[in-house]
């Protein structure tokens, strides 16, 4: 099992920019087994969206409502998967969570941007 520490949300004016930052940590063994990592974010009364996802390898997936704004890389050797988030509107504004695979999906607790207008 991977333990998953997420930061960086918080309250930004439409136009603005923040940073996610979802470290893993965990046994040796599970660790060697993530593959891919990634966010999906949920709005209130909306349904889950996969947000970015990156492979090990460095491939990258984008929902296309974020595409040419939001950038997501990863640290493999701090175990760190980061979302950049620019331009952001107020439809960004939801729950954030970071997942890894490692086989099984293992999730973050949240953390919440709010993108005022």
């Known amino acids: 099992q991977v333990q998953l520490v997420e930061s960086g949300g918080g309250l930004v004016q439409a136009g603005g920019s923040l940073r996610l930052s979802c470290a893993a940590s965990g046994s040796i063994r599970s660790i060697l087994s993530i593959n891919a990592m990634g966010w999906y974010r949920q709005a209130p009364g909306k349904q889950r969206e996969l947000v970015a996802a990156?492979?090990?390898?460095?491939?990258?997936n984008y929902a296309d409502s974020v595409k040419g704004r939001f950038t997501i890389f990863r640290d493999n050797a701090k175990i760190t998967v980061y979302l950049q988030m620019n331009s952001l509107k107020p439809e960004d504004t939801a729950v954030y969570h970071c997942?890894?695979?490692?086989?099984?999906?293992?999730w973050g607790q949240g953390v919440q941007v709010t993108v005022s207008s």
């Open positions: 990156v492979t090990r390898g460095g491939s990258t």
């Open positions: 997942f890894v695979n490692t086989g099984a999906e293992n």
